[in-house]
């Protein structure tokens, strides 16, 4: 902060004087190489000292290889990179031996005999499977403890065995029969693939990975991979080959990668990180079975217990309230240094400047220069002026925007070269939502780690902040050294690996020489016979001197593991949120992956190739008949396959051991990678003021933040997250602490249930415990979320604490829940009991009808679905709830209807939140409803309606804190409501017509059936075409109705009476059955007229069918001012027919109809002239018929119309028969060419 002490002074003026000794310096030894690589293969124990030096002091010996080429864009940097010695000391530390426990000692990732230890019995699924270990230590949530190792250690030992525990007894319950379906075991999170092979191997900057196929045949169902929880990235998984079964061998890896490209194809493919060098496999023909626990995440755990372990080797800050529970706090170190602070963000403009310098520790400004309310005042104060400072934040009481306030004071006071603030939270939502608000006043902040969803906090990751700045390559770091390493590294093991590269020959003989499999007599045996491969060189075809020593015992090898043949059903989506599943993904690579899904890097593709066929030979057999044999064409035809597969087996075991040796030199070298990485990030970080990450990202970069030598670290959701990654963020240049959570809300989750209860208390926050051990904090007691029939329902947790904010009384802030007469609040109970899903989790089928059909009714009332949030504490249920929303109608197409989980609900808000509680059964059996953690937080998401479904009387009876909750709505206690009922629980659900006012009584979902929204009132209201409503009451506009009751109006192109639905386009059957559907269209006519077209017909006798209109009830009255066209019978038949055409209703036709118009225009004058002299004072050549002026049609303008219709010709019988009655001479001269037209 503004006047500190210069905390990293040192760490500069260190990092330039180590930066001109190490250039100096040799960093890396030349390796001395053998021309013939395979040599090396027959010692398969590299010589010691380089393979297994210490990494730290092969970083001080590092130096560039020589005759290598270092690339080089030549982009000035906007600072050269120099050696970060406060990194180096970090990581030469963890290499220092401590005078302690064993357990300093132990890798991070399980040894194979850790987990194969256990016998247990599993007759009952709901207990533990294997009792915990009596030298485990439980957390001491009373009093301090005997010293820093004591601390540590059990806070590593508990957090180790959780991390453990779930892998071990899936194994143990898997070894005691490892033949069934994944479904038979007793264990839920049990993942069982088999068979698994390895299909390649990929060098990619993180680590060596092997990729494997493995069969879902055991899992039985198809998996959506994009939501499920199998294989995440950073899993850990245990192989063994599957003659063994687990029974003696095992392995242990982390899934390195799963790109969803792998895993959908059939066999699915992930990346294998195997846990330790001498674990690494590369028999591409051997298959394995492959066992996890999906309920666990290793990932999460794994670099916090490595610091855990880090920390006994550093200074412990703050460790006399971490470990020895001190109650008094004292005030940071560069505050006691000078206590004048910078407040003047706190007020306005006009009272900056008395703020500017304020002594903290003695003045503090009046709570009516700020607009903090008093309790978020003092905490404040607590946040600047005590080294460990604790907030305890109730919902709706404003603990992010205090969090935001005392960021944006420390921002203030920070001087140039003061390092960095950490602010840190256990979920990326919460910490990107911290960073959203810490933007507006600080925009150079940058993100560490994680995938964030929020578009401008992405910009601010680490590798997007470092790719937009060009950094010049530096020939002598550890990046750089590292990397041509890595490339000298991968050519050697892919030479080794190229015996068994896919799409190869057989084996070289050669090669067998090489590694005295043959000796040098039977090697020129078959040189020897190379004179019968009629010239074909075995130095530019390796492996065909063996191919033709074999003869017809060689056969190509076929796949080992082929697609899945099965029907299947989709696996039901995991007892898990998305969301979490993204969380825990985004941690488990490293920072500078721009993709996590997939690796980078070459890959070399593995395979048998050949084996040999014919008789099967023991290895002793076969290697009596080689030392007998010095021309190895004396080994019978017969017996030659069984030794090529000796050979491959003895070529797969020197090539493993050798590939082994490499792995650990690669695996250096990509901690030597990581450490130059992190030399140019802590430049890009120095510049920056706010550093964000999470709890899981603090443990995972340590080494990194610790180049920073940060002083200032703020947590957000600290009494949601376990201690151990709290602890770790204790960095030895730390002195100023921030908690900031609430520990009546969510408790950390534990991957074994067993730890949170009594004794281990594994789930206990350190907030949580420096709180119960009455260390100084403070709470915020002013809530501005909920109105105060909701805030009530909190009075079992936290009594009087809570206080209301006059917003929240305010009708105008908060209005009344639509259709419920305000009832804004209600207990909706009942006895519908409850069922189990394919996952065992708890579902309440009627529940979930009931709740949707009410969640319908509000947002028929117009509530916006949007401010709508289903909570329920169950997985299942908030799947089948989702099923439910979208068999209805209205609400399928609905978006923003929020449905999810108490525990992923923590932190959020909106306007009405539903709660489906699920339980309801007679062995007096509540799960989870049972934490008062919580139901806290399910009874504080609301801010103006909160509706809980659920069995009222089995809660009150087995919980305290929902038999308060009960008692409170029934008796109408803390905070009695004024508007609609007093008593807030019962069996049926009361609505309030917003129409009439009646009030309705619902107690099965069908009930909702019958009201639509309203009551069972009919609405007798006017629609805005004219009809009567047709519906019982509803609560939405008329305009939002589609009236289905026949159309009152005529159709506007023909006049004739409309027969479609009101809501629908007008519609005239009577034209479109004369003219098959088809438009006509209008023309000009010579004379200035409109001529038309009639639509076409399928009807070749169309215009002689008797058209008779039936018009519906709701059919218009025939319009009597309509004029007929006179002149005979005839005439008014034709005119009767065609008149509404003339009428102005023709449209414009396609083009291929208007050229097939004209065709048959032509042919009909031809016709005309032929039979019929012209009448009148128009011939037929100009137009067709000519209406006379005084015969005008009533609705359109034009007196002088040109029919033109489009119609098949009769049969020339017909054209006869009507030509005849043409004859007739009261028939005028317009009938006559009408007809003859029409005809034609």
Known sequence: MGRGRRSNKANRSGGRSNGTAASRDPRVRPQATSRNLYASLQDTEHHGGEVNADLSERFCR????????????????????????????????????????????????????????????????????????????????????????????????????????????????????????????????????DPVYITSVVFSPRGLATRVAFSLGRVKKHVRWEQSKRLVTGTLVALSPTDNAFQTQCALAIVAARPLSALEQNPPEIDLFFARPEDQEIDPMRKYMMVECRTSFFEA?????????????????????????????????????????????????????????????????????????????KALKRMLTSELAIVQGPPGTGKTFVSVVALQIIRDNLRKEDSPVIVTAQTNHALDQLLRHTSQFEPNYIRLGGRSKDKEIKKRTLFEVRSAISQQKQPGSLKVQANIAMRKLTAQCQLLLAPLEANKGPLDHKLLLSLNLITEEQAASLEMESQCTMGISATENPGILMEQWLGRCIAPCDRPIGPDQFDWGYEEEEDFEVE?????????????????????????????????????????????????????????????????????????????AAVRGICKQYQDTVDQRKVGQWEEDVCVLRKARIIGCTTTGLAKYRALLSGLRPRICVVEEAAETLEAPITVACLPTLEHLVLVGDHQQLRPHTQVRAFEDEPYFLNLSLFERLVSNDVAFDTLTRQRRMIPEIRRLLYPIYEDTLKDHKMVKDVSNRPPVEGM????????????????????????????????????????????????????FYNGQRKHINRELRKLPDLRTVAG?????????????????????????????????????????????????????????????????????????????????????ERRLGYRLPLVCSNHGQKIWCEYPSDFDLIKGGCDKKCEGSLPCGHRCPFTCHPFEHDMINCTQKCSKRVEACGHPCVAECCDPCKCTVCERRSGGVKSTLKPAKNGATSFRAPRSNTRNAVLEDMVLRPGPSAPVTDARTPRMASGPLVDRVTEQWE?????????????????????EARYRAQIRSSTPAAGPSSAGEQLIQISPEKKATVSKNTNLLLDLDFEPLPVQERHDVRRSSADPAVSNVAKSTYINLLD
């Open 821 to 872: 007469g305000g009832n804004n609040s209600f207990f909706f109970c009942h006895e519908w009991p409850e069922s189990r899903d394919a996952n065992m989790s708890a579902v309440n089928t009627m529940e979930a009808q009931m709740l949707v059909q009410f969640l319908n009714y509000l947002v028929l009332n117009g509530v916006d679905a949007t401010k709508i949030t289903v909570l329920t």
């Open 897 to 981: 209807i929020q449905v999810v989980t108490v525990d992923s609900y923590q932190g959020e808000e909106n306007d009405i939140v539903l709660l489906s509680l699920v339980r309801s059964n007679r062995n007096h059996s509540i799960g989870f409803l049972s934490s008062e953690n919580r139901a806290c937080v399910a009874l504080s998401r609301a801010k103006r309606g909160f509706y809980i479904f659920g069995n009222a009387e089995l809660l009150a009876c087995e919980s305290g804190t929902w038999a308060s909750v009960v008692d409170i709505m029934y008796r109408n206690k803390k905070s009695p409501v004024t508007t609609g009922q």
């Open 1140 to 1160: 509404p055409y003339v009428n102005g209703g023709a449209q414009e036709d396609d083009q291929r109809v208007f050229e097939m118009r004209k065709e048959q």
């Open 62 to 193: 590092a130096t560039p290889f020589t005759g290598s080429s270092v690339p080089n864009d030549n982009v000035p940097a906007s600072e050269p990179v120099r050696p970060n010695q406060d990194i180096r000391d970090y990581l030469q530390l963890a290499k220092k031996p401590v005078i302690s426990g064993a357990w300093l000692r132990k890798p991070e990732i399980p040894t194979s005999s850790e987990v194969l230890c256990v016998k247990s019995d599993f007759s009952n699924s709901e207990q533990n499977l294997i009792e915990i270990e009596e030298n485990i230590r439980p957390h001491k949530i009373e009093g301090a403890y005997e010293n820093k190792e004591d601390y540590l250690r059990t806070t590593y030992e508990l957090l180790r065995e959780d991390a453990i525990r779930p892998l071990r007894e899936a194994l143990d319950e898997f070894r005691a029969d490892p033949f069934k379906d994944e479904a038979e075991y007793n264990n839920q999170g049990i993942g069982v693939y």
């Open 301 to 377: 755990s794994r670099h916090t217990l490595l610091a855990l372990q880090h920390m006994m080797r550093e200074t412990f800050p703050l460790s006399k309230y971490l470990v020895y529970a001190q109650k008094e706090v004292e005030p940071p170190a560069y505050i006691k240094h000078n206590p004048y602070v910078n407040l003047s963000s706190l007020v306005s403009m006009e009272e900056s400047a008395e703020y500017e310098n304020v002594n903290v520790l003695e003045d503090w400004p009046t709570m009516s220069s700020h607009s903090l309310d008093r309790s978020q005042s």
């Open 580 to 656: 979490q599943l993204k969380e825990l993904e985004a941690e488990a690579v490293a920072q500078d992956d721009d993709d996590i899904e997939a690796l980078r890097g070459q890959v070399t593709l593995l395979s048998d190739n050949y084996r040999g066929t014919g008789k099967g030979l023991s290895n002793a057999d076969i290697q009596d008949m080689l030392r007998k044999s010095d021309d190895m064409y004396t080994i019978p035809v017969v017996s030659r396959g069984a030794v090529y597969n000796y050979f491959k087996r003895e070529v797969k075991k020197k090539i493993t």
